[in-house]
């Protein structure tokens, strides 16, 4: 299938494509639509930015029946964001049809969606929650649905709809067509096909690298504690018009945020803690450009579509190989050349060479800019931005009155541009903090992702063995684990010793100065599964010590 013609589709949705520059379908749209069209169930598995969308919109506009009323198709999607860019999405291809969207989401007053889901909408897309919500108010039923979509399932496994899910999908009628798209397919998503799918059609996308050909990928290796003092630096260097910043924890998306605009920078963040009016301000002025930095977390910043984002930041290396996927690929979109920069600790190297396998590209390592570089490219910038101005400079009348009495008062006009470009000057007088070159004496190898052992432990450090509850089952991996618990528990890496990854377990070599911590261990979920632990034994005298301690 070369173009969508071959498809035999209905003419207002030709028309829709057409309108939308849209003529030749991408990978899983050329092997998703024709099955989804004869009305068999899919389970496409495929990243972010492949065009996933279409692949299961079209369809869907093709099978339903625009005379009749109530829902007919539900499209479930992780967050408000993406339900907001897949109902535009779908809006775009119904433009021409007599069916209608509703978007329902959480956050937000109610009356709205009530008078939307008066108006009769074949078609509903929404998150898990709000769903639930109005289902139990009575202002949505689900009788005559037809066509179910689960866009981006792992992403509502990992935000902790599990159990929505399952009750959405429990009331839904059995005779419907269901298509599940999904980056990665972990355990509980491979259940949930077997359990609510009819021998579904998988269709799997794999690139040759999963990253774009015109991003560039930059890497800086960096100590902890200086990683603003760089994030500064390479602000300046670039200067880009627009840029995002990605941060692992909410703290750290405030904690730059102050930190960005103590320094004067026009920046602000997003993450989950905010209210649905704060994050659609924060996102209004992104947009219109009021701020140039856009700080946040990767749940806050899911479904989040902008155009013309020079760069993307990773303050934080993120704690999923497939998240650096999604974080870089919101640049360089629509043919537009964009920069990925990552910043990484000498601890992270392991990381780094991980995620380039998994990857299939090289990251570009970068010498941190001296303090001469950042004055000699502001000079480039200021030189540039006066230079792009010339050809309209003559047709500006504003300032005849102030040149006038410049020549009155001085013949030399060279005195005078030195003076406006001092006035125009702001960071070559800038100073900035001394940052020490991170440098490795010997190259570092890639682990195995199953024992992987993150630091090498003293001789007389005292070490424990505990058992968790999760494994392969749930996708695990050793460095997103060491970050969790991080991030949970305020663990640090060093008190892990070697992991070891099985089926449905793992078991941790743990410093026994850090045991403490995991006393709150239990209120905990990864995945969307409750944590349990318990101590390996070793005798019965160890075991209860261990069990005192967390």
């Keep these: 299938m070369n173009n969508f013609l071959e498809l035999n589709l209905h003419a207002e949705i030709l028309s829709a494509l057409k309108e939308n520059d849209i003529v ?202 200086q990683k603003k003092d760089l994030l500064l630096r390479i602000l300046d260097y670039y200067a880009f018009g627009s840029v995002m910043i990605f941060a692992n924890t909410k703290a750290m998306v405030d904690e730059l945020i102050l930190f960005l605009q103590n320094h004067k920078y026009k920046a602000d963040g997003l993450h989950g803690d905010l209210k649905q009016i704060s994050r659609d301000r924060v ?100 030189s540039n931005l006066i230079l792009e101005g010339l050809d309209t400079a003559s047709m500006n009348h504003k300032y005849d009155s102030v040149l006038m009495d410049l020549v009155k008062k001085t013949t030399n006009p060279t005195p005078v541009i030195i003076r406006l470009l001092e006035l125009l000057d702001q960071k070559t007088n800038k100073e900035y903090a001394s940052i020490e070159e991170v440098t490795f004496k010997t190259r570092s190898r890639l682990k195995d992702k199953a024992n992987f052992e993150p630091t090498k432990r003293k001789k007389s450090t005292s070490f424990c063995k505990v058992e968790i509850n999760i494994g392969t089952d749930q996708n695990v991996r050793p460095n997103q684990l060491v970050n969790f618990f991080h991030d949970e528990l305020k663990i640090h890496r060093e008190h892990f010793g070697k992991i070891t990854i099985q089926k449905n377990k793992t078991i941790l070599e743990v410093n026994e100065i850090a045991l403490r911590y995991f006393k709150n261990c239990h209120t905990l979920s990864f995945g969307g599964k409750r944590l349990t632990i318990k101590p390996i034994k070793k005798g019965a005298e160890d075991s209860a010590q261990i069990k005192k301690k967390i």
């Excluded at 897309?125 to 139990?136: M, N």
């Design 24 to 225: 030749e379908p991408t990978e899983i749209q050329q092997r998703s639509i024709p099955v989804l069209l004869e009305g068999k169930d899919v389970i496409g598995q495929a990243q972010t930015g492949t065009g996933k969308t279409f692949a299961y919109a079209i369809p869907l506009l093709e099978r339903l029946n625009p005379t009749l009323k109530g829902v007919q198709a539900l499209v479930m999607c992780p967050t408000r964001e993406l339900s907001l860019q897949v109902s535009k999405e779908i809006s775009k291809l119904a433009k021409h049809t007599k069916i209608r969207c509703a978007t329902i989401y959480g956050g937000v007053s109610y009356e709205k969606q009530f008078t939307e889901l008066k108006r009769n909408p074949q078609v509903i897309i929404g998150t898990p929650g709000r769903i639930i919500d109005h289902l139990k108010r009575g202002t949505l039923n689900f009788k005559n649905v037809s066509y179910l979509v689960l866009d981006e399932a792992d992403e509502m496994l990992k935000m902790g709809f599990q159990e929505d899910m399952e009750t959405i999908l429990s009331q839904m009628p059995t005779e419907r067509q269901t298509s599940l798209f999904s980056a990665t397919l972990p355990a509980f998503i491979q259940k949930l096909s077997k359990k609510y799918m009819k021998d579904p059609v998988f269709i799997h996308i794999s690139n040759k690298t999963l990253t774009v050909s015109n991003i560039e990928e930059y890497l800086y290796y960096v100590k902890k504690e």
């Design 283 to 382: 996102m209004q002025s992104f947009r219109l450009q009021a701020i140039d930095i856009l700080i946040a977390t990767d749940v806050a910043a899911r479904g989040i579509d902008i155009q013309g984002v020079e760069a993307i930041i990773n303050f934080d290396l993120p704690q999923e190989l497939e998240i650096y996927v999604h974080r870089i690929g919101r640049t360089g979109r629509a043919g537009q050349a964009g920069t990925a920069i990552t910043f990484a600790t000498s601890r992270q190297r392991n990381a780094i060479l991980e995620l380039e396998a998994f990857t299939k590209s090289k990251l570009i390592v970068s010498k941190i800019p001296s303090v001469e570089e950042i004055k000699q490219q502001a000079l480039k910038q200021l």
